[in-house]
């Protein structure tokens, strides 16, 4: 099963993926966490961290080829759920590229739709919890901003697939992982 979750931070992609991948035995492949995982020892770890820092988006070269390299890696044969990649339309091309050279296609866009000052409020919640270092109410604000802009017409690139499902993130993480098993069970029979 091939999946691909978008929506604004704060919309529970994350926690959804991290369900559906345990349901599924497919990995959750997270640009996000890869790049909080680069060791900050690096001249790479430092620079993707301060672009973190300030809630704008890494590079499209390197995002688009460490993508390459993890869903060409032996667990993602079977499946992947890809959350936070794409970001934009270039990014979304590169995908669909990549896809159909090795003849695979995404079998559901999952779209975490979420009204802007719930995805503030969350975001900014977990700010708090976790203490993220890149989640301040300025850098919260930048990212929304770049959701609008540069994210939004991924959405509408894979609404004209007819693959797109829209959620209500504003809900609950139960009914949110229910309203997905039922999308899920319709992808199983098509
Ligand atoms: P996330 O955990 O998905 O909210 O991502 C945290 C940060 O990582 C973002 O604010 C960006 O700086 C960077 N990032 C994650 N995914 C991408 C991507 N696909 N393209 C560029 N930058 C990304």
Same mark, same amino acid.
């Given at each position: 099963?091939?999946?691909?979750?978008?929506?604004p931070?704060?919309?529970?992609?994350?926690?959804?993926?991290k369900?559906?991948?345990?349901?599924?035995?497919?990995?959750?492949?997270?640009?996000?966490?890869?790049? #909080? &995982?680069?060791? =900050? %020892?690096?001249?790479? @770890? !430092?620079?993707?961290a301060?672009?973190?820092?300030? $809630?704008?988006?890494?590079?499209?070269?390197?995002?688009?080829?460490?993508?390459?390299?993890?869903?060409s890696?032996?667990?993602?044969?079977?499946?992947?759920?890809?959350?936070?990649?794409p970001?934009?339309?270039?990014?979304?091309?590169?995908?669909?590229?990549?896809?159909?050279v090795?003849?695979?296609?995404?079998?559901?866009?999952?779209?975490?739709?979420?009204?802007?000052?719930?995805a503030?409020? #969350? &975001?900014l919640? =977990? %700010?708090?919890e976790? @203490? !993220?270092?890149?989640?301040?109410?300025?850098?919260? $604000?930048?990212?929304?901003?770049?959701?609008?802009?540069?994210?939004?017409?991924?959405?509408?690139?894979?609404?004209?697939?007819?693959?797109?499902?829209?959620?209500?993130?504003?809900?609950?993480?139960?009914?949110?992982?229910?309203?997905?098993?039922?999308?899920?069970?319709?992808?199983?029979?098509?």
């Amino acid at each position: 099963m091939n999946l691909l979750l978008l929506g604004p931070q704060g919309s529970g992609k994350g926690t959804q993926a991290k369900r559906i991948a345990a349901d599924h035995g497919v990995p959750h492949v997270s640009t996000g966490d890869m790049f #909080r &995982a680069l060791d =900050r %020892a690096t001249e790479l @770890g !430092r620079e993707v961290a301060s672009i973190m820092e300030l $809630g704008h988006l890494v590079p499209d070269e390197l995002t688009i080829r460490m993508i390459e390299e993890r869903l060409s890696e032996d667990d993602a044969l079977e499946g992947f759920i890809l959350d936070g990649f794409p970001r934009n339309l270039a990014q979304a091309e590169a995908l669909d590229t990549m896809l159909a050279v090795i003849g695979r296609r995404l079998d559901a866009i999952l779209f975490f739709d979420l009204p802007d000052e719930i995805a503030r409020e #969350r &975001a900014l919640g =977990r %700010a708090h919890e976790e @203490g !993220r270092a890149d989640d301040t109410p300025e850098t919260i $604000g930048r990212r929304l901003a770049i959701y609008h802009e540069q994210t939004e017409p991924v959405v509408h690139h894979y609404r004209a697939t007819g693959r797109l499902v829209p959620l209500h993130a504003e809900r609950d993480v139960g009914e949110v992982h229910a309203q997905i098993q039922q999308a899920l069970e319709q992808v199983a029979v098509r």
